[in-house]
């Protein structure tokens, strides 16, 4: 970029445009401002732009469209919409078309100017940084991912975190939903405050209402004294709810007060508690499904699925393989304190072909298991066990079942703090079984 940032605005409405026109220019910018989308589409052939702002609602074209035509031109401005309050479905909608960022009506035009400036800061950082490497940004919160399909959830989580809506995380095991959650927190305002897990799946049905709410003393057996709830502790910050298709119907009334109203009763408790708790949910399942199929609220279901963020199994993103696992090989050597080693080429090759119904956790653990075996300079397929040659030839069925082993057995050790024999405990299984289990050969 050379000289003044160059910004295009969007809106039809004189009383908004005029106005605005003249602030970003005296910040600056080089504006163009224009009324329809027809415009804004005939002024990107014909120039660049740094940033497009764009009203979503337009005579015409409206702003979606304007979107659309943007990605099919191959305009790389970066788009922030305004939309009208109410309308963050249409808002999700710009966002998945590419759209950088919101602002929501009214809204200060002082907001508007910090928004572009910060775009065009990273604009100019990315373009500093650009040239050593011929790849896009890969990293993100601590996720690697250079796939179209991540970078679409990146924008996501920074889009979201600004806000305070309720959101839910669908996707496949092990495609990374928890990182989802964790990055959504550590970027929004609530990031200095808890941010309380809980799983829903791990939970026995008849302690869920009181683990969710607290107990007052007495309430049932065995509650000697007052017990705050995972919402109590939540409260300032974020309160996760991972599998939450797997809550049982009952507390699930309970759960649709406390987010729509921000109160509830302690069980066995009069005394109404207000907390201020950002939601965020996972979900392995289509909730829309178990909604149909009568095992879950439909209300709830609606309250929950403001924002839907879905994270893609890895075979969707097959461009994030190879940069997966190579991040895992640097991560997990430098944690076992082995020199750091590349993969070798017929390795990149197999895990190329390789299916990974696990998703991105069944591709941490192959590389974990390569890591403690190898001993030479380079991986190489045999470190990863594996002489299967390309995808499914395992058997779908016990791949599965293996990915859900692996899975719990995973949760375990968290949960019981890296402690094997706890986590053995946990699992209902001898130390020696877990033994084999975490060392055998991977599908
Ligand atoms: N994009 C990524 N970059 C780096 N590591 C990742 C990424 N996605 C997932 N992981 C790692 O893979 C493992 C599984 O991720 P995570 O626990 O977030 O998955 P999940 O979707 O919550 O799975 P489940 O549904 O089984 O609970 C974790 O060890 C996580 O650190
Ligand atoms: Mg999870």
């Not at 809204?107 to 373009?127: G, H, K, M, P």
């Not at 019981?416 to 060392?439: C, D, H, P």
Request: glycine share 8%.
């Amino acid at each position: 970029m050379s000289g003044r940032p160059k910004v295009l605005l969007v809106d039809d409405e004189p009383l908004m445009r005029i106005p605005l026109e003249d602030r970003l220019r005296s910040t600056g910018y080089d504006v163009l401002a224009v009324a329809t989308g027809e415009e804004a589409l005939a002024a990107m052939h014909d120039g660049r732009f740094d940033v497009v702002v764009v009203d979503l609602k337009l005579p015409g074209i409206d702003g979606l469209e304007v979107l659309r035509g943007m990605k099919r031109g191959g305009c790389d401005a970066d788009a922030i919409v305004i939309t009208a309050y109410g309308t963050i479905g249409a808002a999700v909608e710009a966002m998945k078309l590419g759209a950088r960022d919101f602002l929501t009506k009214p809204f200060e035009t002082a907001a508007l100017l910090s928004t572009i400036d910060r775009y065009l800061q990273v604009r100019a950082a990315s373009r500093e940084s650009a040239p050593s490497h011929d790849e896009p940004s890969q990293q993100t919160h601590g996720m690697v991912g250079r796939s179209a399909a991540m970078q679409r959830v990146f924008r996501l989580i920074d889009a979201v975190a600004r806000t305070n809506a309720t959101i839910i995380i669908q996707g496949e095991t092990g495609t990374g939903k928890e990182l989802v959650a964790n990055a959504i927190h550590a970027r929004s305002q609530r990031r200095d405050q808890p941010l309380i897990k809980v799983n829903c799946a791990a939970m026995p049905e008849a302690l869920v209402e009181s683990e969710l709410f607290g107990a007052e003393r007495g309430a049932f057996t065995g509650a000697d004294r007052r017990r705050k709830g995972r919402f109590e502790l939540a409260h300032g910050g974020t309160l996760f709810l991972d599998e939450i298709d797997e809550m049982p119907l009952l507390p699930q009334a309970k759960v649709l007060r406390a987010i729509q109203e921000g109160e509830f009763e302690r069980l066995g408790g009069a005394e109404t508690i207000r907390v201020d708790v950002r939601l965020i949910a996972a979900t392995k399942v289509d909730l829309r499904k178990k909604v149909e199929a009568g095992g879950f609220r439909e209300d709830l279901f609606y309250r929950l699925n403001v924002l839907p963020i879905e994270v893609p199994p890895l075979r969707a993103r097959e461009d994030d393989v190879i940069a997966l696992a190579e991040h895992f090989l640097a991560t997990l050597c430098a944690e076992f304190g082995r020199a750091p080693k590349p993969l070798a080429p017929s390795t990149v090759a197999w895990l190329r072909a390789h299916s990974f119904p696990g998703n991105v956790r069944e591709l941490k653990n192959l590389i974990a298991r390569a890591v403690t075996l190898c001993d030479g300079d380079s991986v190489r397929v045999e470190h990863l066990g594996g002489s299967q040659p390309g995808p499914g030839s395992s058997g779908d069925l016990a791949a599965a079942r293996r990915a859900a082993e692996d899975r719990r057995i995973e949760q375990a050790l968290e949960a019981a703090g890296g402690n094997k024999t706890l986590a053995a405990q946990m699992l209902g299984i001898s130390r020696k079984t877990l033994w084999e289990k975490l060392t055998r050969k991977p599908r």
